[in-house]
């Protein structure tokens, strides 16, 4: 069965540095998002992404972070200058028909601001 | 945010059923109602999903309320790898998710 792919499982930054979490999509899925999860928390939305852009953002989502598809099959999420708070588990997800459609998750990025 | 309301948590012996309930009373008529659930350490895994009948497919099936108000989620046979928490999440327009804080199942042997 096909399933998404995160990469790394587990990254380890200086706060103030720039870190790209890595995704790769089902490969015929149109819509893609991702969320995050502090420990012991909520699962939480961050952004969708369809047709080449931003379909919505979460208030989380601020000018730090930014998306993008650069060729077709990955997703990256990009989060500028990293803060404590950033550490968290991040996840990739992705379907192919919107709300149509279940969204299929990775088993996450564990991301660890130091 | 689209609202649900689960227990936050329900015990289970291994291999009798389980019903897992959710309430959603201001749930739109285009909003699908999705079932997740999340191991330790793993991404949440899709269970079933539904609009107004109800569903089955070979994890589970889900009731949905005839008002659409509420759903049930049924574990027929529960096993120890059923142990995780569930999720009952609305799908809007955008099918964004908002997570709750979902039911701990336990399953005892």
């Known amino acids: 069965e096909p399933e998404v792919t995160q990469t790394p499982s587990h990254q380890v930054t200086q706060m103030g540095q720039e870190v790209i979490l890595r995704c790769v999509p089902i490969?015929?899925?149109?819509?893609f998002y991702w969320y995050r999860q502090i420990l012991g928390q909520k699962v939480e939305f961050l952004v969708s992404f369809y047709n080449n852009e931003i379909s919505e953002k979460s208030e989380i989502f601020d000018d730090q972070f930014s998306v993008e598809r650069p060729d077709g099959s990955n997703f990256t999420l990009k989060i500028r200058s990293t803060k404590l708070e950033d550490s968290a588990m991040y996840f990739c997800?992705?379907?192919?028909?919107?709300?149509?459609?279940?969204?299929?998750f990775g088993d996450g990025t564990r991301l660890s601001i130091l | 945010d689209a609202k649900t309301t689960q227990p936050n948590s329900m015990e289970s012996n291994e291999e009798e059923p389980v019903h897992l309930p959710c309430n959603h009373s201001t749930i739109s008529g285009t909003d699908y109602i999705h079932w997740y659930r999340q191991l330790p350490s793993q991404g949440p895994e899709y269970v079933i999903h539904g609009l107004t009948s109800n569903v089955n497919n070979r994890m589970a099936s889900l009731a949905i309320a005839e008002d659409r108000k509420s759903s049930t989620l049924i574990l027929h046979r529960a096993t120890l790898r059923d142990a995780a928490v569930y999720y009952c999440?609305?799908?809007?327009?955008?099918?964004?998710?908002?997570f709750g804080s979902g039911t701990k199942l336990n399953v005892k042997p």
């Open positions: 997800a992705s379907s192919d028909q919107g709300r149509r459609q279940p969204q299929h």
């Open positions: 490969s015929n899925h149109l819509y």
């Open positions: 999440i609305l799908g809007d327009n955008f099918n964004k998710f908002y």
